[in-house]
């Protein structure tokens, strides 16, 4: 059974049950050093990879991107919706950083892939138990309340749901059925990174570290600020915000930060491995985050919930709200931006 399949099988499990210190003056490195030996033949392997794509001759570019003031904040959760690991609610440093506008976009991504040659992992073939699979990746099936998830054959970035769809006109939508490692080889090509857990949460509240939401405590005027599932998960959307799934970049109000959607339309990946107690033990990070490597108990970041999040299920788009996912696994539902250390 390979590394990734074992991946794929947990991100699915977790997938079924849940929707569910301070910072260094040095810049945050993204290569993973003495990972734990489970595992590890695969992971490093994608780690060596990625360190191999050359990076963009205009990385230093700083174009769609605003830079944000470092500071201090609160981290957690924020009221009775929050979960177990979102407390203790205990202080974060941040420093300065550029952050991008958007999300990374199709066309972006596409930029990268033309530029690279580089494959995702949605399109490489896997195995389990000795039977191989051909490249595939998960999509959301609201008709089966045991199993919501569903691998499907050919699904990827270029065919968020399968062979039969595509993204012909949605250049301007985040890019989707993007692994962690994915994300980590688009950042190392664009000469920036992934942003960390902490600094996603200091991003996405914007200056207030009291708000349940990125625009305040009244869930009334989510469908206005945020690409979410409105209706009766998982079965009735009633698209009120006006999109079924992903909406395209800045078709909602920018945060006090300036920056579009870092709540809703898709989840976006960070450099931390997750651990359910991660508030209690910030004295382990390397750099202000998590280096880890993954088992079945630490997968990587995801946060910022996405168009699948409703306010009766896992209310995704709270600030504080956190989910985790396999570094290998492509989602219809989940992409990243990046930031670039100043």
């Known amino acids: 059974m390979s590394s990734r399949s074992i991946f794929l099988v947990f991100s699915i499990v977790i997938l079924a049950v849940s929707c569910k210190e301070s910072q260094k003056s040095a810049p945050i490195s993204v290569i993973e050093e003495k990972p734990k030996p489970v595992y590890t033949d695969y992971h490093r392997q994608y780690l060596r990879e990625i360190s191999y794509i050359e990076t963009r001759k205009d990385s230093a570019s700083t174009i769609g991107m605003t830079r944000i003031s470092g500071g201090k904040f609160m981290m957690g959760g924020d009221n009775d919706q929050a979960r177990k690991d979102e407390f203790p609610k205990h202080e974060e440093s941040i420093k300065d950083i550029w952050v991008d506008d958007t999300e990374v976009t199709n066309a972006q991504f596409r930029e990268f892939v033309e530029a690279t040659g580089y494959v995702t992992t949605a399109e490489r073939s896997f195995e389990i138990k000795g039977k191989k699979y051909e490249p595939g990746a998960l999509v959301f099936d609201p008709y089966n309340p045991e199993w919501w998830w569903k691998f499907v054959k050919g699904a990827n970035w270029m065919n968020p749901t399968g062979p039969d769809s595509d993204i012909i006109g949605k250049d301007d939508h985040p890019v989707v059925q993007v692994s ?163």
């Open 180 to 342: 962690w490692y994915d994300a980590m080889a688009y950042a190392k090509w664009a000469g920036k990174r992934l942003p960390t857990e902490a600094e996603f949460e200091y991003l996405n509240r914007a200056g207030n570290d009291t708000l349940i939401y990125n625009w305040g405590n009244e869930h009334e005027k989510a469908s206005e600020m945020v690409n979410f599932f409105q209706g009766s998960f998982p079965k009735q959307n009633l698209n009120e915000d006006n999109f079924e799934k992903t909406a395209p970049v800045k078709s909602f109000p920018a945060n006090p930060f300036g920056l579009y959607e870092t709540s809703g339309n898709v989840w976006e990946w960070c450099l931390d491995t997750y651990h359910p107690d991660a508030y209690s033990r910030t004295g382990e990070r390397v750099d202000g985050y998590f280096r880890d490597f993954v088992n079945m108990e630490q997968q990587k970041v995801i946060r910022g919930g996405s168009f699948l999040c409703s306010e009766s299920y896992c209310t995704g788009f709270r600030n504080a709200a956190r989910m985790s996912s396999a570094p290998d696994t492509g989602l219809e539902h989940t992409g990243f931006r990046c930031v670039k250390d100043i």
